[in-house]
T-cell receptor, first 116, second 113 residues
C-alpha cells in the first residue's frame, strides 16, 4: 500500500538554524510528493511539490528533492525564522490512482518551533 | 479572491444528533475532499467527489455522509453513528488531472457536548 513516514516532533530550533525534516514514502508506481504547512488554527497550505524523480521543489527558502532510490523527500531550510513555526506535513498522490482519484496520503506531521 | 470557505469554525454536537459542516469553493475546481485530523495524526480521507452528483468513500467513511448537488458545494454530515466525532475537519478542492495540488479551507473544529 501507499504510506508516508515523517520524523516525529516536536522539533525546536533557534532562529537562523538549519532545518531538516525527514520524510520517506512507500508507493506503487510513481507518486507525486508534496510538503504542506499548517499554522495554528488554520487549514493546510501547499509549500512545495515534486512530480518526478530528481525534481527539486522550492518555495520561501524551503527545498525538497524527490529521491526515488531512497524513497525520500526530506524538507530543508538553511536559516529558519520564528515565523516558520508550524506543523509540516509530507504527502503523496499515487500516480496510478485509476480514474483521477487524486487524494493525498499524509504523514502524521512534524511540529516545528523556532525560538528567537 | 478565490478560495474555500468552511463554516462554522467551531461546532458543538449533542449525543445522538446529526450535524452538517459546510464547504464552498469558488475556484471552479471539479474535485472536492473531506479530511479528518486528530491530534498528532495526519489527515485521513473521509469522502471525495470528482464531479457533481458523484462521490466515493475514503478510508474512514463510516458514520459520515456527503452530497454533491452543485460544483461549488460539498457538505459533510456527521451522523449519530459516528461514535468519536471530536476532531478538526478539513475540506479541500483541486483541478482534475494529475498531479494537482489541493487547496484547503481553514477547517471546522467539532466537539461533543
Amino acid at each position: 500500500g501507499n504510506s508516508v513516514t515523517q520524523m516525529e516532533g516536536p522539533v525546536t530550533l533557534s532562529e537562523e538554524a538549519f532545518l531538516t525534516i525527514n520524510c520517506t514514502y512507500t508507493a506503487t508506481g510513481y507518486p507525486s510528493l508534496f510538503w504542506y504547512v499548517q499554522y495554528p488554527g488554520e487549514g493546510l497550505q501547499l509549500l512545495l511539490k515534486a512530480t518526478k524523480a530528481d525534481d527539486k521543489g522550492s518555495n520561501k527558502g524551503f527545498e525538497a528533492t524527490y529521491r526515488k532510490e531512497t524513497t525520500s523527500f526530506h524538507l530543508e531550510k538553511g536559516s529558519v525564522q520564528v515565523s516558520d513555526s508550524a506543523v509540516y506535513f509530507c504527502a503523496l498522490t499515487p500516480m496510478n490512482y485509476g480514474g483521477s482519484q487524486g487524494n493525498l496520503i499524509f504523514g502524521k506531521g512534524t511540529k516545528l518551533s523556532v525560538k528567537p | 479572491d478565490g478560495g474555500i470557505t468552511q463554516s462554522p469554525k467551531y461546532l458543538f454536537r449533542k449525543e445522538g444528533q446529526n450535524v452538517t459542516l459546510s464547504c464552498e469553493q469558488n475556484l471552479n475546481h471539479d474535485a472536492m475532499y473531506w479530511y479528518r485530523q486528530d491530534p498528532g495524526q495526519g489527515l485521513r480521507l473521509i469522502y471525495y467527489s470528482q464531479i457533481v452528483n458523484d462521490f466515493q468513500k475514503g478510508d474512514i467513511a463510516e458514520g459520515y455522509s456527503v452530497s454533491r448537488e452543485k460544483k461549488e458545494s460539498f457538505p459533510l454530515t456527521v451522523t449519530s453513528a459516528q461514535k468519536n466525532p471530536t476532531a478538526f475537519y478539513l475540506c479541500a478542492s483541486s483541478l482534475q488531472g494529475h498531479p494537482q495540488p489541493q487547496h484547503f479551507g481553514d477547517g471546522t473544529r467539532l466537539s461533543i457536548l
